[in-house]
């Protein structure tokens, strides 16, 4: 049960920041800039809880919040990139990646304002819903978590029903397979594309603020706060078939395995530390090479312009 909580803790950063990654991709745009995003997401929503005085909870909520500001401000610069420039969207999701990462923007704001230095004023705790996290099996799963799991739990319900049952969602999608077709038809192909860009990176913000004020409650420079997370995510999206739930269960996998090599240290179980950390990114080399056919993506259901910048005809 301690291996199936964890895997929630874990996996929740890793749900937000796929959720995200699902949305601009939904809308025909590869984000690979996820990583850069949740680090320095991760660093304004500590610095945050630095500054700003008050109760924990408001303290913590205008944190997430800032955090999403700091990942939408970066995800507009891969936005104005491939959509209004049309760049190349690996080229420029990498770039942000090394520009936003741990050896750029978040690294210069953290050593600049020393949060390496700082400790952590404010955190999420769990909340032990209705005293019933003490319950056998589903106690500490379900009702010992943090605001953060839970409120995780409710934009993938809402993500999903929007992608799927809501008219937005449907020309979001109409976007993503034929955005001439959705031209015609009277969508605002740019509009739609810019507004979930935006918003998964609001949302990869918020999945680095997990790190920083939850996980480790802290701030370290470089790339050990989120460890690659960001790259996971983008792997998970796949492995979920571009569906919203399916990015619930995926992630909790992914936290499992995360979450596996202190769970068997805990108990004294002897087995190499550095193959159990590899875990996670080995299974997220696996998804990527079972995925890397074109009829792969295709059965699977990736959107067919993703990745392809959208240039309106002269009619």
């Known amino acids: 049960m301690i291996v199936l909580a964890q895997a929630v803790l874990y996996g929740t950063p890793l749900l937000y920041a796929a959720l995200g990654e699902l949305l601009a991709e939904r809308s025909g745009v590869l984000n690979l800039g996820v990583e850069g995003m949740m680090l320095f997401g991760a660093a304004i929503g500590f610095w945050i809880t630095q500054r700003v005085e008050g109760s924990t909870p408001v303290v913590l909520f205008l944190a997430v919040v800032a955090s999403a500001i700091a990942g939408a401000a970066m995800a507009a610069i891969h936005a104005f990139l491939v959509i209004t420039l049309r760049a190349n969207q690996i080229v420029s999701g990498l770039a942000l990646t090394i520009f936003a990462g741990g050896l750029g923007l978040s690294a210069y704001v953290g050593t600049e304002l020393g949060l390496a230095d700082l400790p952590a004023t404010h955190q999420f705790r769990d909340l032990d819903v209705l005293g019933l996290g003490d319950l056998p099996l589903v106690g500490p799963i379900v009702f ?20 799927g049952r809501t008219r937005w969602g449907l020309n979001v999608r109409a976007v993503g397979e034929a955005p001439a077709s959705a031209d015609v038809m009277g969508i605002n192909v740019t509009l739609y594309r810019y507004v979930h860009v935006l918003v998964g990176g609001a949302f990869a913000g918020v999945a680095g603020a997990c790190y920083s004020l939850s996980i480790t409650a802290g701030w370290t420079s470089g790339d050990t706060l989120v460890g690659g997370a960001g790259w996971i995510a983008i792997a998970l999206v796949i492995f979920a078939f571009w569906r919203a739930e399916l990015c619930l269960a995926g992630a909790y996998l992914f936290g499992a395995l995360s979450a596996l090599p202190f769970a068997l240290q805990a108990r004294d179980v002897e087995v190499a530390p550095e193959f159990l950390y590899a875990l996670p990114y080995v299974m997220t080399i696996v998804v990527l090479v079972l995925v890397s056919t074109g009829l792969a993506k295709r059965r699977l259901g990736a959107p067919a312009a993703l990745g392809v910048p959208y240039v309106r005809e002269e009619r």
């Open 144 to 163: 010992d978590q943090s605001a953060l799991v839970y409120a995780s739990w409710g934009l993938t319900l809402l993500v999903a029903l929007y992608l």
